[in-house]
């Protein structure tokens, strides 16, 4: 069985810094990429930053670039985004997913993914 299990959504003060993990279990065969995407309520799920797991390439959108950071560990099956010099538009549920269908730069595009995580809520507030 699947899953993708993420952690450290916590109140952050604007400017301040956060990381948030994903870790994988559960499957034999590597996915190809995982992205972390966010949602606020009454908007649409966004993606927000993935990773070549194989080849470590790396996209954001332009809404966290120069500011967060993703990172993979293959051995621990993690996926890392450290967000940084965070702002109250920050504020959001984050989920990492994966898909085996997911490659290359079409990963930070699309909302469907087979396998999802539950949700870390991130608050940027004074």
């Known amino acids: 069985q699947v899953q993708l299990v993420e952690s450290g959504g916590d109140l952050v003060q604007p400017g301040g810094s956060l990381r948030l993990s994903c870790e994988a279990s559960g499957f034999a065969v590597d996915f190809p990429t995982i992205t972390w995407f966010r949602q606020v309520p009454g908007k649409e799920r966004e993606g927000v930053s993935c990773?070549?797991?194989?080849?470590?390439?790396?996209y954001y959108a332009d809404s966290v670039k120069g500011r967060f950071i993703i990172s993979r560990d293959n051995a621990k099956k993690m996926v890392y985004l450290q967000l940084n010099a965070v702002v109250p538009e920050d504020t959001a549920e984050y989920f990492c997913?994966?898909?085996?269908?997911?490659?290359?730069?079409?990963?930070?595009?699309?909302?469907?993914?087979?396998?999802w995580s539950r949700g870390t809520r991130v608050t940027v507030s004074s």
């Open positions: 990773i070549g797991m194989a080849n470590g390439d790396t």
């Open positions: 997913a994966a898909d085996p269908l997911v490659r290359g730069r079409a990963c930070l595009y699309g909302r469907s993914r087979q396998y």
